[in-house]
């Protein structure tokens, strides 16, 4: 004999055997591809974009989300033959506010070492041969 119990905030439901071996007469509800509350790729049906796209990672939200929003919207609805070369502006935007919050939106480890490599050929040389030469040292 099948019977639920509660226990907090759960449910607890004991079937039988035969319980298990009936077949389910539960229907299924078609998606509806309108339903705004209904989880949907990064392009709703509508061709909108879908800010609540987990595979957004959160960006559309806090405080560059409505940088990062105004980019990535020109990205999508450019009609430029270089796809976005008219959205450098609003790139350029993001870039710098999320340049504010390094907690938030931590650079990515060769963004990093990129800035730090002198921009002149021979210092770069310079460079690389005093580590060479620490490396020598080090190993005598």
């Known amino acids: 004999m099948a019977y639920c119990r509660q226990e ?3 449910r607890i439901i004991f079937v039988t055997k035969e319980d298990h071996e009936t077949p389910s007469n539960a229907e299924l509800v078609a998606d509806d591809p309108n339903d ?10 509508n061709g909108d974009i879908n800010w609540n796209c987990p595979c957004l990672g959160g960006m ?26 008219d959205c450098v502006g609003q790139f350029r935007a993001m870039q710098e506010c999320m340049q ?25 040389a310079a460079a690389s041969e005093a580590s060479a030469a620490k490396e020598a040292a080090a190993s005598s």
């Open 100 to 124: 504010r919050y390094p907690d938030l939106y931590p650079q990515e480890e060769g963004e990093e070492e990129e800035e730090e490599r002198p921009a002149d050929p021979s210092q770069e």
């Open 60 to 85: 559309a939200s806090g405080p560059c989300g409505e940088q990062f929003k105004a980019a990535f919207s020109c990205f999508h609805y450019s009609k430029e033959d270089v796809k976005g070369s």
């Open 36 to 45: 705004p509350y209904e989880e949907h790729g990064l392009i709703l049906p």
């Open 8 to 10: 907090g905030k759960d």
